[in-house]
T-cell receptor, first 113, second 112 residues
């Protein structure tokens, strides 16, 4: 248990569905991240939120829409995804301003059919 | 040994051997480095970190070495155990940014 909880752990969705991934951190951190992990690729940073404000969006398609209502919760809203979006989506949190590690959740394994 | 192309580099060792996993980075402004371990079906877990003002740091059975001259990071695992089998990632942080940049990962396979 790392203090970062992601739900659901597994998700299968059709290309016309709308779904949301949820992340909650219990560590008192002020920065949260979404990463995408595809097979045979490095972890790809998608979005960064510091103090609830989005500070990075790494050219992610608009079919992925993040939401950070407070510093403990982070969502990733999914709409009209493509099969190539199937991957493990990882949420992480850290304390901005300190050189410390990021803590990861267990991830959501997403399959788009 | 290492594979080329799209395959994840793999290191196969026998239980009890020492393992060395290597990582090259390119950003000379990176000042903080981390090794993560990722087991199948789980998120990455922190193993050990090192700041750029150090060249070696030891933990329990693990040692990280940093060579800033050649931009090289290594993770040494002593007396490797089957439970050490996982994918190992290095990550670096640029001194001007908060986010981590991850390497591709190396799969460590430990045979009993």
């Amino acid at each position: 248990e790392t203090g970062v909880t992601q739900t659901p752990r597994h998700l299968v969705m059709g290309m016309t569905n709308k779904k949301s991934l949820k992340c909650e951190q219990h560590l008192g951190h002020n920065a949260m991240y979404w990463y995408k992990q595809s097979a045979k690729k490095p972890l790809e940073l998608m979005f960064v939120y510091n103090f609830k404000e989005q500070t990075e969006n790494n050219s992610v398609p608009s079919r992925f829409s993040p939401e950070c209502p407070n510093s403990s919760h982070l969502f990733l809203h999914l709409h009209t995804l493509q099969p190539e979006d199937s991957a493990l989506y990882l949420c992480a949190s850290s304390q901005e301003g300190q050189n410390t590690e990021a803590f990861f959740g267990q991830g959501t394994r997403l399959t788009v059919v | 040994g290492e594979s080329v192309g799209l395959h994840l580099p793999t290191l196969s060792v026998q239980e009890g051997d020492n393992s060395i996993i290597n990582c090259a980075y390119s950003n000379s402004a990176s000042d903080y480095f981390i090794w993560y371990k990722q087991e199948s079906g789980k998120g990455p877990q922190f193993i050990i970190d090192i700041r750029s003002n150090m060249d070696k740091r030891q933990g329990q059975r693990v040692t990280v070495l940093l060579n800033k001259t050649v931009k090289h990071l290594s993770l040494q695992i002593a007396a490797t155990q089957p439970g050490d089998s996982a994918v190992y990632f290095c990550a670096e942080r640029d001194s001007g940014y908060s986010t981590l940049t991850f390497g591709k990962g190396t799969m460590l396979l430990v045979s009993p």
